[in-house]
């Protein structure tokens, strides 16, 4: 089942985006973290809950630690946006390593391996997309 948009929630979200953004980059001063990129926010009606995915270069174990850095941080970052917001419920954070750009790559490498594969069967088949193909001539439309 696919989870309803609502506009009020969706403005909320991109506002948490946006203070958390800044709130990452100056309050905790981990330089580890600076390179975190947050991908889509989803947050819940009541404005209870709040999930967050973010991004991260790195090997997958360095991407572990820094979610769970992120989500040892949770309670500060959700009181600075107590601070920041006027909002009457600050919703609990939670972190969480989006894989679908690890994923979309993963795929892509895959179509382009299929490509290169199905272009190594056909050698024969080396003729320029781009140009137009002339219809084959019939002769009994000549008449």
Known sequence: MAIKTIPRTRRIGE???RELAELIRD???DPRLALVSMTSIEVSRDLAYARIYV???GDPRERTERVA???RAAPLLRREL???LHLRTIPKLEFRYDEVVEHGAHL???IDAAIAADA???PDDSRDDNLPVAPPSN???RM
Request: net charge positive.
């Open 15 to 17: 506002q948490l985006r």
């Open 27 to 29: 309050e905790l001063g």
């Open 55 to 57: 991004t991260l270069l």
């Open 69 to 71: 850095e992120l989500n």
């Open 82 to 84: 107590g601070r920041r």
């Open 108 to 110: 892509s490498a895959l």
């Open 120 to 122: 190594s069967r056909h």
């Open 139 to 141: 002769p009994e439309s």
